[in-house]
């Protein structure tokens, strides 16, 4: 995270168990201070602990561990993996971790590791194993790690990012209105290393309407995170106005231009005939001007245009 890509303050732990529940509606006790653990992990570690959530969603289908079928996963809701580390697919599960906020932060330290930084002492022995070639791969990218990086590297499915895009977007446009989103205050309540049963008072927050809920998901979904990147105060100020700015208006229609020097001399004749002829001539007069450009030849078949292309 930096200045120009933070977590928008409508996104708080609340809101994001709001929104967990509403698709898992038996949800265990012992995952209510889930997202406080992400909050916790990804501000110190400076990761888009929004998007890391919302791929835990995709990853566990809710924290049900159930594919599409309903049929359970290669991983275990005892494992406490919420991101598939080590579950390479044919039933091997992958990782396992003690409770809950380790596993949190073993997903966390991948991303890092994803971010192309080497992590000391990780939780997974997974990222222990890997990272190397992990960070080695990542930074001859020479850019911002984004989500569609992680397809077929996390997850074998090439539209991995499209479908952490989409279910950010639900949360955003339910939950998030446009004058919601900026920094979000790391000193405020619930920053905090999660406590247990914090979040049990303010289990319901309202959510926006739909008609003033429309996010700009699809940006931020495009960067996960963008370590190592300076931006300069006025840089995140410049970019801030950017995305606040209203659209720039359509542009005005092409305006005919005027009429030429021998366009203007020529006669105003009476009459339909009279008029057809004065423009004849005045064609006939310009018509050897016309720049006259010979035919290109064509390549009579598919092999001899390959072969001028080649």
């Known amino acids: 995270m930096h200045r120009a890509n933070r977590v928008p303050v409508c996104v708080t732990p609340e809101r994001l168990m709001t929104f967990l529940q509403s698709r898992n509606a038996v949800l265990p006790q012992r995952y209510r201070d889930i997202a406080l653990w992400y909050q916790h992990h990804g501000e110190k570690l400076k990761v888009r602990w929004?998007?890391?959530?919302?791929?835990?969603?995709?990853?566990?289908?809710?924290?049900?561990?159930?594919?599409?079928?309903?049929?359970?996963?290669?991983?275990?809701?005892?494992?406490?993996?919420?991101?598939?580390?080590?579950?390479?697919?044919?039933?091997?599960?992958?990782?396992?971790?003690?409770?809950?906020?380790?596993?949190?932060?073993?997903q966390i330290q991948h991303l890092v590791a994803y971010s192309g930084e080497t992590v000391t002492q990780p939780?997974?022995?997974?990222?222990?194993?890997?990272?190397?070639?992990?960070?080695?791969?990542?930074?001859?990218?020479?850019?911002?790690?984004?989500?569609?990086?992680?397809a077929r590297r996390w997850a074998a499915d090439p539209r991995?990012?499209?479908?952490?895009?989409?279910?950010?977007?639900?949360?955003y446009r339910d939950y998030c209105a446009p004058h919601d989103r900026g920094p979000i205050d790391s000193s405020a309540p619930g920053a905090a290393s999660p406590r247990r049963g914090a979040l049990n008072e303010p289990q319901g927050v309202p959510p926006v309407p739909r008609s003033a809920a429309k996010a700009r998901g699809h940006v931020v979904a495009r960067t996960i995170w963008r370590r190592g990147t300076t931006v300069t105060a006025a840089q995140g100020e410049q970019l801030q106005a950017m995305e606040s700015s209203?659209?720039?208006?359509?542009?005005?229609?092409?305006?005919?231009?005027?009429?030429?020097?021998?366009?203007?001399?020529?006669?105003?004749?009476?009459?339909?005939?009279?008029?057809?002829?004065?423009?004849?001539?005045?064609?006939?007069?310009?018509?050897?001007?016309?720049?006259?450009?010979p035919p290109v030849p064509r390549p009579a078949d598919r092999a001899s245009k390959i072969a001028a292309n080649n």
């Open 246 to 293: 209203p659209a720039p208006p359509p542009p005005e229609p092409a305006r005919r231009p005027p009429p030429s020097q021998d366009t203007a001399r020529l006669p105003q004749p009476h009459g339909f005939l009279s008029g057809l002829q004065a423009i004849a001539s005045s064609m006939q007069r310009h018509v050897a001007e016309w720049p006259i450009s």
């Open 50 to 106: 929004d998007f890391a959530f919302f791929q835990m969603t995709l990853e566990t289908n809710f924290l049900t561990y159930r594919r599409g079928d309903g049929s359970p996963g290669d991983v275990r809701p005892a494992q406490n993996n919420f991101a598939g580390i080590g579950a390479t697919g044919g039933g091997v599960p992958g990782d396992r971790f003690s409770n809950v906020g380790s596993g949190v932060l073993a």
């Open 160 to 171: 991995y990012a499209a479908s952490i895009a989409s279910i950010a977007d639900s949360f």
């Open 123 to 150: 939780v997974a022995p997974r990222t222990a194993l890997k990272q190397r070639d992990i960070v080695e791969s990542v930074r001859r990218l020479q850019r911002p790690v984004r989500f569609s990086d992680l």
